[in-house]
């Protein structure tokens, strides 16, 4: 196993040269004791110091860091890790990180540089490349050389190969992951790539069964033989796994545009337009932009004012058609209403018929109506008085016993 593992050791503000290769994981852990001594007051050996201190990382000369690079901090409590897979493509270039220390606590800096030298591994390719899920771990907890030790120490076991290295981690959350919710201890997950030269294993194979695909699709845990070597430090989601042999890949070539000479073809002589310019009536614009619009809005406010004002119907023909008896109705209770109003005003006249008894509260005997049957009662008012009522209508009294 060749897992690529550089911490800091040196306390100068000197360059730190490293030499990782490309495609292979590359892991540089900023430990926060290296950086403490550096902030004044300087501490005596054997002093303790819980500083906060968090890590500022990005290439020379310029904002961020390399595309190939990531960084992580969980807290300021922590130490920060620098971690990625180079390619190819930065090979021979040396890439210089700036990383500045903060102490949080007394506004203290100190800053290193972190030389990196990519060196080519065509003499050791790793064709036959797998990855992982583990759901158990979080990054930085994986990136950490003994555990990342362990895993592929096991996966050695499980695939027993002459040459075996890390080859790339990825967050679960850089691949569209949920943050998992702060209970139960649960982890964010994290992808491991490994890359080996030799065919993938017998055992790695079995998630590829009719039988292990079908339980995937039902969301069931497939049937590994070799899960047990990995299940008392990792949980490994066997659905997840991708096996990729890169001698089967076919490249995918996309053309690329002729750029050409920079220079525009040959197309004469050009000819400017003639200073004389023709008069243009502007009459016809003038039509079609104002006057028509107008002579629209004129005919439809003609149309909504006659519709409004001179097809009204009017009290007169309301009235024509409206039933008889519910004019009489209305008539009626608008001329009660009235005199409602009327004794509003005036508290001493008499009680309204409405509130006479209608029988003899002695000898039950019903009251005569007031009027005949054939007499006008719409033209009677409600309210009678005192007077006219004794005129029209005698209570009969009790007489006494004896």
């Not at 049937?223 to 991708?242: E, G, N, P, T």
């Not at 439809?300 to 309301?318: A, P, Q, S």
């Not at 009235?338 to 509003?344: G, N």
Request: proline share 8%; glycine share 6%.
């Amino acid at each position: 196993m060749d897992l690529k593992l550089v911490t800091i050791l040196s306390r100068s503000h000197a360059d730190r040269n490293v030499y990782p290769s490309a495609g292979v994981l590359f892991v540089h852990v900023l430990e926060r004791e290296h950086f403490k001594g550096e902030f004044p007051p300087y501490p005596k050996s054997g002093d303790a110091s819980n500083d906060p201190i968090t890590f500022n990382t990005n290439l020379m000369g310029f904002p961020d860091r390399p595309g190939w690079l990531r960084y992580i901090q969980r807290t300021s409590h922590s130490d920060g890790v620098l971690y990625g897979s180079p390619t190819s493509e930065h090979v021979g270039k040396a890439t210089v990180i700036e990383i500045t220390a903060y102490n949080r606590r007394t506004f203290e800096t100190a800053r290193h540089n972190l030389v990196i030298n990519i060196m080519a591994t065509e003499e050791f390719p790793l064709p036959y490349q797998a990855e992982f899920y583990i759901k158990n771990m979080n990054v930085e907890e994986m990136l950490a050389s003994e555990v990342l030790g362990d895993f592929l120490g096991a996966v050695k076991n499980v695939w027993q190969p002459e040459r075996l290295n890390a080859i790339n981690i990825t967050s679960a959350l850089d691949r569209g992951g949920r943050v998992p919710l702060p209970i139960n201890n649960l982890k964010e997950g994290v992808y491991v790539m490994v890359g080996a030269d030799v065919p993938f294993s017998s055992c790695l194979r079995e998630v590829e069964s009719p039988h292990n695909q079908l339980r995937c699709s039902q969301e069931m845990e497939p049937v590994i033989s070799c899960d047990k070597k990995f299940r008392a430090q990792f949980h490994i989601d066997w659905c997840k796994i991708s096996l990729v042999d890169v001698n089967k890949v076919a490249p995918v070539y996309i053309p690329r545009p002729d750029p050409g000479t920079g220079i525009l073809p040959e197309f004469g002589e050009y000819n400017p337009p003639s200073e004389s310019l023709k008069s243009r009536d502007y009459f016809s614009d003038f039509l079609v932009t104002l006057a028509v619009p107008a002579a629209v809005a004129l005919v439809l406010l003609f149309i909504l004012g006659y519709t409004m004002c001179c097809r009204r119907e009017g009290v007169e023909k309301r009235n024509m058609q409206t039933p008889d008896i519910q004019l009489v109705h209305h008539s009626s209770i608008q001329k009660s209403t009235k005199e409602l109003r009327s004794m509003s005003k005036n508290r001493e006249i008499s009680w309204p018929l409405s509130t006479l008894p209608v029988f003899n509260p002695v000898s039950g005997e019903v009251v005569p109506p007031i009027h005949p049957d054939n007499y006008e009662t719409t033209s009677m008012p409600l309210m009678q008085t005192q007077a006219n009522l004794q005129n029209q209508i005698t209570i009969p009294q009790q007489r006494p016993s004896g």
